[in-house]
């Protein structure tokens, strides 16, 4: 029997969630709407708005979970990878609470917890699997051998898929986060109406700094001849660079499967939301003959129920972390 409490702050949201053996009982996420303002996440105002949030969110959790602070057997924060002055504010007080009710802490990665998503409802993958993590600071092709057992296979070698959807929706004049725009308008425009190259990465990497630069370019050339062109033709817009960012991701997919000859497919992280993203990987595993996994909206972006399925297994496990462990920004597999 485990009651675990799991908190996540590595970017800009406050959440926590509270797993009781192995199932969810409670998945609070409290955005930050202030970052809209400045076009992107500003680290700082992040680390207010953890401090501001993270006590309301873990009563509403514990609340809704039915459950009293004396019930529970371990605290989970993530570790890393995120923005330091985010991080803190998450393991200090699972740190804080943890050593007020005598109770063990367990570290989570997270980017390993994006993956474990997929095993907080049905249907779940099963090993190994290859899982594309796609958020606003990783592009990964990660084969999953075992719940606490992942390998990364494949890597962006610059900017995440994610930013490549922020930055182009600030290039055209939207709010940040851009990502779920572009989605939302690329699905009333014509995906073949502007074409833009495919970067060449070896082996089983990304790169997308490159066409963020030739959109930019695109849009310069485009705009010096008519003011209005963004404005006029804003869905196919989208709907293009959409179309090149997915077929990307997807190529270098279907390499890794073929490669590895595993035919059980995840995706997982923020851009895992993008219907365009979901409708192609669709597809394309019923070309290839794939059994496809796409976890439901609420564990695609930041949230704490994958936080606390990781917990859970560590916790199977006996996988504690001593009261001293510091944050990690950046943080390996
Ligand atoms: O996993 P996540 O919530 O946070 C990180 O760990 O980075 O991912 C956030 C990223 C942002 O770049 C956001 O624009 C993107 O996920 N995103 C989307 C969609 N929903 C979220 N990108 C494209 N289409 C969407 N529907
Ligand atoms: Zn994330």
Redesign the pocket.
């Given at each position: 029997m485990s009651t675990i409490l799991a908190i996540e702050s590595?970017?800009d949201?406050t959440s926590a969630a509270v797993i009781l053996n192995g199932q969810i009982r409670a998945n609070i996420v409290a955005a930050q709407l202030i970052h809209q303002k400045y076009g992107g996440v500003v680290p700082e105002l992040a680390s207010r708005a953890h401090q501001q949030h993270i006590v309301p969110v873990v009563e509403e959790a514990l609340k809704q979970a039915n459950i009293r602070k004396k019930d529970i057997n371990a605290i989970a924060f993530t570790r890393g990878p995120g923005l330091l002055g985010a991080l803190l504010v998450g393991a200090s007080f699972a740190k804080a609470l943890a050593l007020g009710l005598r109770i063990p802490l367990i570290e989570v990665h997270?980017m390993q917890a994006?993956v474990l998503a997929h095993f907080i409802e049905d249907p779940r993958p099963s090993f190994p699997f290859l899982c594309l993590t796609v958020?606003?600071?990783?592009t990964q092709i990660v084969l999953v051998r075992g719940h606490l057992d992942m390998e990364i296979i494949g890597e962006t070698q610059d900017d995440?898929v994610?930013?490549a959807?922020?930055k182009t929706a600030k290039l055209l004049g939207l709010p940040y986060?851009?990502?779920?725009l572009?989605?939302k308008y690329a699905q009333q425009g014509n995906a073949e109406a502007y074409s833009f190259p495919l970067s060449e990465m070896p082996a089983l990497n990304y790169s997308f700094s490159g066409i963020k630069t030739s959109i930019l370019y695109f849009l310069r050339e485009k705009t010096s001849q008519n003011p209005n062109f963004v404005a006029e033709n804003l869905a196919d817009i989208c709907a293009s660079v959409q179309h090149t960012l997915v077929k990307m991701l997807l190529q270098k997919l279907r390499k890794a499967a073929r490669q590895t000859g595993i035919r059980e497919i995840a995706i997982a992280?923020?851009?895992s939301?993008?219907?365009g993203l979901r409708n192609a990987l669709q597809k394309m595993g019923e070309e290839e003959g794939w059994q496809v996994y796409v976890p439901r909206f609420e564990y695609?972006?930041?949230n704490a129920a994958m936080i606390a399925m990781a917990a859970h297994y560590k916790y199977e496990t006996g996988d504690f972390c001593p009261q001293n462990v510091s944050p990690l920004p950046r943080m390996e597999f």
């Open positions: 590595s970017c949201e997270h994006h958020s606003g600071g990783h995440a994610g930013e959807f922020d986060p851009g990502g779920p572009i989605d992280g923020g851009v939301a993008n219907s695609c972006t930041d």
